[in-house]
């Protein structure tokens, strides 16, 4: 791999100098990316890479779609942003709507935070109740209740959360339980012990990489259902990307209310909360009165640029064959990174499914979240840095896959799979 250019180290020093923290907030400080196409990226020091970061997701059709790109070209030229219902934010809704079992009604805003808080508090307004239960390391963005025990160094017995963040009210505390993702019988005696306080169960069907164990969200389904409270799930990452219709058709359980975003904006800000009528009436202030309104505005939600690349890629993804043929990949991946560690006898579990997935370094059996915390990080970050010099970008958490991925990115990587798992090895 070649040295970074004066040009990107002037950008980088640049950044320390203006930007908190030296960064957004996301990928660490020592690179700057310039462009994209297809499955790769290019840093701003002509550097290419094979990207299993797609934007933290979004990108899944691959960077630049030529589709995608006339889409947005053609609403460019036509005005950036109304403030008014436009016509693609219509027609994205009816393939939300037709493609995710529990969405029979849509509503846009910008960001998956967004989309989670939003939904939560749909559940708060139908329920007449205040506290939500999440799981512990589930992850549904930057809003208060959210960083309630999303990676707690040392988590405490369930179901009480530990906030990730400063600045966070104690009284927040209170409203949210924490049970163990996978673990049913301990969620089951949690919900029935706080079933007539519970707004409402917000899971990640597919937390993090982690897969839910058969029968886990069939179980979830059952019980928030015998007591009436609200089931949602967040849809961030695998609406659209599982499967069409997300999670809840990958695995066959349709929950009340769930949070889309990342694929579904094509790469602009765009994110909705989807559910059932009964519970999204409460955006429509003509059916529940005022006192049970929850109005719902953003300045950009449903923008038409964003709803334009939305549906561009909903439509690409929505072709014979898509999904058969990532799933394929990104096994043959899976396979192939498996194989680089156990030659290098690196102890190492790939986890996930083939378009998302992780590698913990361990010997150990990962389930949930605290099963991840016996995982080497350190080696993580290292193996991660190792991948990039030899032409393989990713994020810190995961391997995201795109369409745009084909057998000359598989061989690239495969070959650094090999290389870094050796010299990680020491
Ligand atoms: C499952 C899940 N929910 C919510 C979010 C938050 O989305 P955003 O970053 O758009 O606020 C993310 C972001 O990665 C996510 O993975």
Redesign the pocket.
């Known amino acids: 791999m070649a040295e970074r250019s004066a040009h990107e180290s002037e950008l980088i020093a640049k950044a320390g100098r203006y930007l908190a923290g030296g960064t957004l907030g996301n990928l660490s400080e020592d690179v700057i990316l310039a462009s994209g196409r297809g499955s790769r990226v290019w840093d701003a020091s002509g550097r290419e890479y094979v990207d299993y970061l797609l934007g933290?997701g979004p990108m899944l059709v691959g960077h630049a779609h030529p589709e995608v790109v006339a889409a947005v070209r053609a609403q460019l030229e036509r005005g950036s942003t109304f403030f008014a219902t436009n016509e693609q934010a219509i027609l994205l809704a009816e393939e939300i709507s037709k493609a995710m079992p529990c969405a029979e009604k849509v509503r846009f805003c910008s960001?998956?935070?967004e989309a989670?808080l939003y939904a939560m508090r749909v559940a708060r307004a139908f329920r007449r109740r205040d506290r939500i239960l999440k799981f512990e390391g589930g992850?549904?963005?930057?809003h208060d209740y959210a960083l309630m025990s999303m990676a707690p160094a040392a988590p405490l017995p369930f179901p009480q959360p530990v906030p990730d963040s400063a600045g966070i009210p104690r009284a927040i505390e209170s409203t949210m339980l924490i049970a163990p993702f996978n673990d049913l019988e301990t969620t089951a005696a949690l919900i029935d012990r706080h079933r007539d306080e519970l707004a409402g169960v917000i899971v990640?069907p597919f937390q993090r990489v982690l897969p839910p164990r058969p029968g886990f969200l069939a179980g979830l389904r059952e019980l928030t259902a015998r007591h009436g409270i609200p089931l949602i799930f967040?849809e961030?990452?695998t609406s659209f990307r599982l499967a069409y219709g997300g999670a809840q058709e990958y695995y066959g359980v349709t929950p009340d209310l769930c949070?889309l975003?990342k694929a579904v904006g094509g790469g602009f800000p765009l994110?909705a909360v989807a559910g059932r009528d009964e519970l999204m009436a409460h955006f429509d202030a003509t059916r529940v009165g005022r006192e049970q309104f929850l109005p719902q505005i953003g300045t950009l939600s449903g923008n038409p640029v964003a709803t334009a690349a939305g549906l561009a890629t909903v439509r690409i993804l929505k072709r014979p064959g898509t999904y058969e043929r990532m799933h394929a990949l990104g096994n043959r991946l899976k396979a192939a990174l498996q194989q680089a560690c156990d030659r290098a006898g690196v102890p190492a579990r790939v986890v996930g499914e083939g378009v998302l997935f992780e590698v913990y370094f361990t010997d150990g059996e990962i389930v949930d979240y605290r099963s991840t915390l016996r995982a080497d990080r350190q080696r993580l970050v290292r193996f991660v840095r190792l991948l990039r010099e030899h032409g393989v970008f990713r994020g810190t958490s995961k391997f995201y896959l795109s369409i745009a991925h084909d057998e000359t990115d598989f061989a690239i990587t495969a070959r650094a799979f090999e290389a870094a798992a050796a010299a990680a090895a020491g």
């Open positions: 933290s960001t998956g935070t989670t992850y549904h963005g930057m990640e967040d961030v990452v949070a975003g994110t």
